[in-house]
């Protein structure tokens, strides 16, 4: 009877209003939960129960539309609302929100998850993760801190624990040489006491008693018809200066078959005199007729040699100081413009290395000024401080002409770093350059260079493009790993599994994971939360339609109840 289809039907208003209150309820109460989604809930009418389906008009009478009678109303289906919800800044730099489209991809034990809340934190692994211990998902880094993109990995960020060190690979220098200086045409020249040989020398001398280059050290005299050196014993230069400072200690072996001549190789190895240039004839030589040794620096102020009688020692077998072999004094100073600068660069392992540059002015004509470079390092791991000499020019305005950059190698040889340490020395890099213009000095300075000592993570910042930049207490700056995003053809068709995380549907597609903005994914902003979208204006007003449509359907429930009392009062 009609009485009873009434009460069903305004059951089925209040239980569709009842879901309503709920959905809207649930809003409300997620109105500060983080990059939380609004739900709307979509009604249906029921089935309605058919009298006639209506008539065509014909030529004599009118048509009939149907005649049906609803059942009441039904849930047609939930409805989310993916659009974005407010940016709150929180200076938390885990803390992550997405402008745009996409989900960030969680590994949720073994399973890929979605979630649009960035409140993320690092864990006792210095893994990101969400708070309930998802790992965030992402792209690591190759050897030289380039993004792999296409497998997925946790996202690691270990402060305090990464360290990194850095090859130098550039060094730019600046500075101006002054072209009205004086041509440096004298080295340092320094000279020692005859040097005899024993007569009963095995092998004598071209003019005897001096010594020549020939000679072995075990038959020198030591002025008292005595050998001066024995097998086992050793020479040491120790204290010696070039341009105002010191050089490393070296020490010569002496077997049977040490020679004067490889005195002298060592002599000049040791002092870092460079005898590879034609127009700079330094070096340490021999006189077969007297018998004395020559020291003759390079030319140029800067590479002034500084070497006394007690900076060259002979030690014994146990090397204790035995005697002072030389008896030296200086002849003559080195002059002529010229400049030093020294520079420290870093090797694989971080280690600091000291290089010294000494620029000086080898000649000057109508072309303009030609100057040669001396490039050393006592920190060379083969012992031989001496890096490389070449000249360069530069033209009648004094600019640069050749070379404008030069490469240098540092033997790291047995040291555990990558040998020999390369790296581009650059004198014309806009704006820095190095120029020849008249001065009352020359200047020069290493105003850039790549390389850095050990250094550890310090902190972080994720950027729009998801990439996590690293700075290390070294003034580094590297990248360390990128956030990946997931984009879906139908976000609506994901599926809610609480804890603000979704998993795929049947209606939601194929996640595509990619990259902060790129396959129409959007920006990521770090230090920033996502809030909820949920417009309470909007809510208050659909809970009061909701509390109408409830009221309203109960009161039809009650008008039907009173209409069957009265039908059973009749039937009394």
Not at 30 to 46: C, D, G, Q, W
Not at 254 to 261: G, L, R, S
Not at 274 to 289: A, I, L
Request: net charge negative; aromatic share 6%.
């Amino acid at each position: 009877m009609a009485s009873t289809t009434a009460l069903f039907t305004g059951l089925s208003g209040v239980i569709a209003n009842s879901r309503l209150i709920d959905v809207v309820g649930n809003n409300i109460a997620n109105v500060n939960t983080t990059a939380y989604k609004s739900n709307r809930l979509m009604l249906e009418t029921a089935f309605s129960r058919t009298f006639s389906l209506g008539t065509a008009p014909n030529d004599t009478r009118g048509g009939a539309n149907p005649s049906q009678i609803g059942m009441g109303v039904k849930i047609g289906g939930t409805q989310r609302n993916f659009n974005n919800g407010g940016m709150s800044a929180t200076g938390v730099n885990t803390d992550l929100a997405i402008e745009g489209d996409g989900f960030f991809v969680i590994d949720d034990s073994g399973n890929q998850r979605y979630t649009r809340a960035g409140s993320f934190i690092r864990d006792s692994e210095n893994q990101l993760v969400t708070q309930h211990g998802g790992k965030v998902q992402g792209y690591g880094i190759d050897e030289n801190y380039n993004v792999v993109e296409g497998q997925l990995v946790d996202i690691t960020i270990p402060v305090g624990i990464l360290t990194i060190a850095e090859a130098t690979r550039n060094v730019v220098f600046s500075g101006n040489l002054n072209a009205s200086g004086e041509i440096a045409s004298l080295g340092t020249q320094i000279t020692s006491e005859p040097i005899e040989v024993l007569g009963s020398a095995a092998a004598p001398p071209t003019n005897p008693p001096y010594a020549d280059t020939s000679t072995l050290l075990t038959d020198i005299d030591d002025g008292d018809g005595n050998a001066q050196y024995a097998v086992g014993d050793s020479i040491r230069v120790g204290g010696a200066e070039k341009g105002g400072k010191a050089l490393a200690d070296a020490t010569l072996a002496i077997a049977t078959t040490t020679t004067v001549d490889d005195l002298l190789t060592f002599l000049e190895l040791a002092l870092g005199i460079d005898t590879s240039s034609s127009t700079d004839p330094g070096g340490v030589t021999v006189d077969d007729e007297t018998g004395i040794v020559t020291i003759e620096g390079n030319y140029g102020e800067a590479n002034e040699l500084t070497v006394d009688t007690a900076d060259i020692q002979q030690l014994d077998s146990s090397g204790t100081s035995k005697a002072q072999p030389f008896i030296l004094s200086k002849a003559q100073e080195a002059a002529g413009e010229s400049v030093r600068n020294t520079f420290i660069v870093y090797d694989s392992l971080g280690t600091p290395l000291e290089v010294d540059m000494t620029v000086v002015l080898d000649s000057r004509d109508d072309t303009g000024t030609t100057w040669r470079y001396f490039a050393e390092s006592t920190d060379s791991a083969d012992g031989d401080m001496r890096l490389d000499t070449g000249t360069i020019s530069f033209d009648t305005s004094g600019r640069i002409n050749d070379p404008s950059e030069f490469t240098l190698q540092i033997s790291r040889d047995q040291t555990g770093a990558v040998d020999p340490l390369s790296m581009t020395l650059s004198l014309n890099s806009d704006p820095d350059t190095v120029t020849a213009l008249t001065d009352t000095r020359s200047s020069l300075a290493a105003v850039f260079q790549d390389g850095s000592p050990i250094g550890t993570l310090s902190e972080f910042s994720i950027g729009e493009d998801g990439i996590i930049n690293g700075s290390f207490s070294n003034g580094l700056v590297r990248t360390i790993g990128q956030v990946a995003l997931a984009a879906f053809t139908n976000n609506e068709g994901l599926v809610d599994i609480g804890d603000n995380t979704f998993r795929t549907g049947p209606n939601s597609g194929t996640p595509v994971v990619t990259t902060p903005q790129t396959l129409g994914a959007g920006r990521v902003i770090g230090g920033t939360l996502e809030l909820a979208n949920v417009d309470l204006s909007q809510e208050f007003i659909n809970l009061i339609l909701a509390s109408t449509g409830y009221s309203a359907s109960g009161r039809v429930i009650n008008t039907a109840n009173e209409l069957i009392q009265q039908l059973l009062l009749i039937g009394r």
